[in-house]
């Protein structure tokens, strides 16, 4: 594993990694890793957020089980769902942009 | 009135949404898990090291690296990181300018006042990305709202409304003729202890210092809201600028891992100049390497090299003791790090000035 040196300009003292350090022994696994850590945090933002709501919902009575169901966006709506969708993908798979290439 | 004179508000800046919380939120968790005897990777680590009774530092290095175990340890403590301030910056950038516009409001307000010099250069040694904050401690106008919720998951939520600071400034003993006149925080960052002493001393006059302007202003704009008549002023520590024998305490809390060697002692002999005869100079910082485990060896150099604290593993490595005992210091020597650090990785130099 080869590694360089950060641009950063401490006076002494142990030298900085620079970006995107390989620890594992095939960059694949360490994007595989950084992946499933990634995956874990956007699980758990969608439980919090859906725990949340259900619970307000259901204190309120506003709304039940099956208008979930049936919920059909309109072009916005159907809009914005694109742009958060592009959001996750670029927060778990960006990743794969940091697979170094072999030298 | 008088009760609610003791809640300390959120100070905290608010994050653009809620999934931006409930993410930080995870980050907090996940490394609390790996931290802790969720991963278990410390002990088990340590405990390997010590059977293979692995002592120099380069033999712990090579045999945690030929671990498996180490090797994902290092690669999920880098991430969690990463993904700490990836998402900092991101919640941060999508209200850039409303974050800006509130330091401006506050810079002029009140009570207390903020002292910036706009011709301060900082010097090249500063020039580091402490704990990977995108930007170090300087460079982007917000990174005193990004050091401040970045240290929200550090602490994991149990400094929001300063708690440790506040335990620590009520550790330090007052010098032994009680006079508190005047008090300064060395590397104030955002204030939290400049504000925390004067809460101890409403009476003192009471100034916080460090290089960083997008700091101080949020540490004006925090120490305003709490309404502290606090001073915060942009210098350099070991070069601040006051008069000889000017204050009663002397105050630096984890700064000295985080500068090279010499600065350590140039800084020392300036808390000598300005501290008065008989004045306490109060540091709170790392435990030394002579008190820690092979693993904890281990970190320090991957906190060094893989966190942004390349200075931490010299200062672990000096007898900071001597260094303030020959520049005009008694220390006292009793050990509190159960009670100043909580997690035992931070000890206390209480240096009187002879």
């Not at chain 1, 009575?61 to 099956?66: C, D, P, Q, W």
């Not at chain 1, 990743?95 to 030298?103: A, G, N, T, V």
């Not at chain 2, 010099?117 to 990174?143: I, R, T, W």
Request: glycine letters at 6%.
């Amino acid at each position: 594993m080869s590694e360089r040196d950060s641009p950063q300009t401490p006076e002494g003292g142990t030298p900085i990694a620079a970006a995107d350090p390989v620890y594992l022994a095939d960059p694949v696994l360490d994007a595989t890793v950084r992946m499933v850590v990634e995956l874990a945090a956007q699980v758990w933002v969608e439980r919090e957020r859906r725990i949340t709501i259900e619970q307000l919902l259901e204190a309120r009575g506003l709304l039940s089980r099956a208008d979930i169901e049936a919920f059909k966006p309109d072009a916005s709506q159907a809009a914005a769902l694109k742009a958060e969708r592009s959001r996750f993908l670029e927060d778990v798979f960006k990743e794969l942009r940091r697979i170094p290439l072999k030298s | 009135m008088s009760a609610q004179r003791e809640v300390v508000p959120e100070t905290m800046p608010t994050l653009a949404s809620r999934t931006d919380a409930a993410y930080l939120d995870f980050v907090e968790g996940f490394r609390e898990y790996l931290l802790g005897a969720g991963a278990n990777f410390e002990a088990r680590l340590n405990a390997a090291l010590e059977s293979a009774g692995v002592q120099d530092l380069e033999d712990i290095r090579r045999y945690v690296h030929a671990q498996p175990l180490g090797q994902l340890r290092d690669r999920l403590s880098r991430t969690q990181q990463e993904m700490k301030w990836h998402a900092l910056r991101r919640s941060f950038d999508l209200q850039r300018k409303e974050l800006a516009a509130e330091l401006a409001a506050w810079d002029a307000r009140g009570p207390g006042r903020l002292v910036l010099d706009p011709a301060f250069v900082p010097p090249p040694y500063v020039n580091v990305h402490f704990h990977l904050q995108p930007g170090g401690y300087y460079k982007d106008e917000l990174s005193g709202f990004l050091y401040h919720y970045g240290t929200k998951v550090f602490f994991r939520g149990g400094n929001d409304r300063d708690e440790l600071h506040g335990k620590l400034v009520s550790l330090v003993p007052p010098p032994s003729d009680g006079r508190v006149a005047r008090v300064l925080d060395m590397a104030c960052s955002v204030g939290q202890s400049t504000t925390a002493f004067k809460k101890r001393y409403p009476a003192a006059e009471v100034t916080g210092i460090d290089y960083s302007a997008p700091m101080l202003r949020v540490a004006h704009r925090r120490a305003a809201m709490l309404g502290e008549d606090v001073t915060f002023a942009q210098t350099l520590i070991e070069r601040t600028g006051f008069p000889d024998a000017h204050f009663d305490i002397t105050f630096a809390f984890i700064v000295f891992h985080e500068l090279p060697l010499r600065i350590i002692h140039e800084t020392v002999r300036e808390a000598a100049r300005v501290t008065r005869k008989g004045g306490l100079f109060a540091v709170f910082d790392f435990t030394s390497t002579a008190d820690k485990s092979p693993f904890q060896r281990y970190h320090r150099w991957f906190d060094a090299r893989h966190n942004g604290e390349p200075y931490s593993q010299d200062f672990c490595d000096c007898d900071l003791r001597s260094i303030l005992e020959s520049n005009g210091f008694t220390v006292a020597g009793t050990p509190l790090d159960e009670r100043s650090g909580g997690a035992g990785y931070m000890t206390h130099w209480f240096a009187t000035r002879v």
